[in-house]
């Protein structure tokens, strides 16, 4: 299951032409395979409901994916920014919940 779509990787990456499509649509599947064994190696694994901030850490891994193949270096941003919003949502889900339940 993928858990984004490639109209947000465009979004990141900043382009609208509809001949990255496909491409995009591979990262994409790629990004959510690594966030799924990112997770994974946390003892997390993805709601049925994809929360926004890992369909957030999707589109940054996909985008890194597809600017990689062309621009390495310029690609590391992407690579950092998903790192970031998927260490909040495993910040989140690992911290010790202490409410009533």
Same mark, same amino acid.
């Given at each position: 299951?993928?858990?984004?779509?490639?109209?947000?990787?465009?979004?990141? *990456?900043? &382009?609208?032409?509809? =001949?990255?499509?496909?491409? *995009? @649509?591979?990262? &994409?599947? @790629?990004?959510?395979? *690594?966030?799924?064994?990112?997770?994974?190696?946390?003892?997390?694994?993805?709601? @049925?409901?994809? +929360?926004?901030? *890992?369909?957030?850490?999707?589109?940054?891994?996909?985008?890194?994916?597809?600017?990689?193949?062309?621009? +390495?270096? /310029?690609?590391?941003?992407?690579?950092?920014?998903?790192?970031? &919003?998927?260490?909040?949502?495993?910040?989140?889900? =690992?911290?010790?919940?202490? /409410?009533?339940?």
């Amino acid at each position: 299951m993928d858990y984004c779509a490639v109209a947000n990787v465009k979004a990141v *990456l900043q &382009i609208s032409e509809d =001949k990255w499509d496909s491409e *995009l @649509s591979e990262c &994409i599947t @790629s990004a959510s395979a *690594l966030v799924d064994g990112l997770l994974s190696r946390e003892g997390l694994t993805v709601p @049925s409901v994809v +929360p926004q901030v *890992l369909a957030d850490a999707t589109k940054y891994f996909a985008a890194w994916d597809f600017r990689r193949r062309r621009d +390495p270096v /310029g690609a590391e941003a992407f690579w950092t920014e998903a790192n970031r &919003i998927l260490s909040v949502y495993v910040d989140a889900e =690992k911290e010790l919940y202490v /409410g009533v339940a």
